[in-house]
């Protein structure tokens, strides 16, 4: 049988996978910073926040950050003096961070289109590796993190910020009812799109569970791997080092 993955609960080939969410990316670019404040009431600024606190960007440090798109991560590393290359798969999403970086007068980001499993990038260039709201988008989710391993420089950070799945009874229930049945509706009215939205909720819901994903990043060569639940694990930090 040949390989397939999931693009929400459908089963498709790698090939087509990537295709589909590059369609949807390019769909919601636009309105997807509007939509993110639309469909957690704000929180994901917070979640965005604590995770940059989490990374601790420090002045003249070399981090990538990947699937970058609109430059929320980028933006508040590159405030505490980082050296950020912003990178993601789909040129729309750079060019709406692009634009945002330029209305905000942000200099010194360097913007790179990439293939989150095949980065061009030489190994051990990078002292830190971010990635938001990003890693379950990706095709094959091995190799991204084992090119977030070779990219690393020893002593180098991985840090990951990703929705998992809520462990805290009848809040689970509740969230899963209002992404499913009104998230669709919200990308309908803010964007035109309920088609993406549905498949970015889909999305969540086949992503690994927080410790099998944290043992997906021990098997790419990180050590000392961590993950700190936000919101009973709806929302969830990951980490690991390159040593």
């Known amino acids: 049988m ?9 089963e498709v ?19 997807y910073d509007v ?3 639309a469909m957690s009431g704000g929180m994901h600024r917070l979640w965005k926040d604590r995770f940059v606190r989490r990374v601790k960007p420090q002045s003249g440090e070399a981090i990538l950050d990947m699937a970058g798109g609109t430059g929320d991560i980028a933006f508040r590393m590159a405030a ?18 692009i634009e945002r970086a330029m209305d905000r007068g942000i200099d010194g980001l360097v913007w790179s289109r990439q293939n989150a499993e095949e980065l061009s990038f030489p190994g051990r260039f990078f002292d830190a590796y971010t990635i938001a709201f990003g890693i379950r988008n990706v095709t094959r989710i091995d190799l991204a993190l084992a090119e977030a391993h070779r990219v690393l420089k020893f002593g180098g950070r ?4 990703e929705f998992s799945t809520t462990e805290w009874p009848g809040f689970k229930e509740a969230y899963d009812l209002y992404s499913h049945r009104l998230v669709p509706k919200l990308g309908q009215a ?5 088609e993406s939205y549905r498949y970015l909720i889909e999305s969540i819901r086949r992503f690994p569970p927080m410790r099998e994903f944290q043992s997906m990043i021990g098997a790419a060569g990180f050590a ?14 990951h980490s690991g080092w390159k040593v």
Do not use: H, W
Not at 2 to 10: I, R
Not at 21 to 28: D, Q
Not at 229 to 237: D, M
């Open 80 to 97: 505490a003096g980082a050296e950020v290359t912003v990178s993601d798969i789909n040129q729309d999403m750079l060019d709406v961070g």
């Open 190 to 194: 803010i964007a035109g799109d309920a």
């Open 13 to 31: 080939s790698p090939e087509e996978k990537t295709e589909r969410v590059g369609a949807v990316f390019s769909s919601v670019a636009r309105n």
């Open 158 to 161: 991985f840090f990951c910020l």
């Open 35 to 37: 939509m993110n404040d």
């Open 2 to 10: 040949s390989e397939t993955v999931s693009f929400g609960y459908d």
């Open 224 to 237: 000392l791997t961590r993950v700190e639940p936000l919101l009973g694990g709806l929302v969830a930090i």
